[in-house]
Structures are given as C-alpha cells and as structure tokens.
C-alpha cells in the first residue's frame, strides 16, 4: 500500500522560505510521478507543480513559477518542495500527490489524474 506523508508546514512571514518534504512508503517514487496541491479556505485544490517520473520533466503553476522548486531524494524515497519568497496568498493547506505513469489518463494539472495522497500539511504566510 502507498502512503505518502508531508511534513514542513508551519506558519511563516512574507518573504520567507520554507520546505515541505513527502516521505513515500510502498512504492519507489522513480516509478511515480509525484506532484503538490494546496487548498486555501474555500477554495478548490489547485495544481502547484508535479515533477514526472523520470524526473526530466517539471511543471508548476504561474503563480508559483520562480519561487516553488520540486525535486526529489531518491536515496530517501521523498519528494522536496522547496517555497521562497513566500507570500500571503500562499497560505494553503499543502498536499502531496502521486499517479502511476501506467495509468495515467487527463492532466498532470487536475487532482483527478493522481492515485495517491497524502493528508495534508498547513501553511500560513502573514503579511
């Protein structure tokens, strides 16, 4: 069974950084794409960046572009999402995701496309 467990969210200033790490257990993360999402309070979970299996390929969302980097420790089975120059609209409920190359179908970009996630670690940037 694939879990997927985040940790690293805390409350930050504007202008910060923080890094959020995605421990995978049950499953090599080379043989997944591993992606994030954040959920700000009432709002849909949108797409923040997903990096493919191969990890030749990254995507991320305009509004975290130049700021958000995702990359991955193979040798820990985890995922980096490393956040800078942190703003206050920023501030989400952040989830890691995964999908299996094999059975993927739509987009990297919409929530539907992953097999996997995780619960979720908070995130707070005060102005």
């Known amino acids: 069974q694939v879990q997927l467990v985040e940790t690293g969210g805390q409350l930050v200033q504007a202008g910060g950084s923080l890094r959020l790490s995605c421990a995978v257990s049950?499953?090599?993360?080379?043989?997944?794409?591993m992606g994030w999402f954040r959920q700000a309070p009432g709002k849909e979970r949108e797409f923040v960046t997903t990096?493919?299996?191969?990890?030749?390929?990254?995507y991320y969302a305009d509004s975290v572009k130049g700021r958000f980097t995702i990359s991955r420790d193979n040798a820990k089975n985890t995922v980096i999402l490393q956040m800078n120059s942190l703003k206050p609209e920023d501030t989400a409920v952040y989830y890691c995701?995964?999908?299996?190359?094999?059975?993927?179908?739509?987009?990297?970009?919409?929530?539907?496309?992953?097999?996997?996630w995780g619960q979720g670690t908070q995130v707070i940037v005060s102005s």
């Open positions: 049950g499953r090599t993360i080379s043989t997944l794409s």
């Open positions: 990096i493919v299996w191969t990890g030749d390929s990254t």
């Open positions: 995701a995964a999908f299996r190359p094999r059975d993927f179908s739509g987009s990297v970009y919409y929530p539907e496309s992953y097999h996997y």
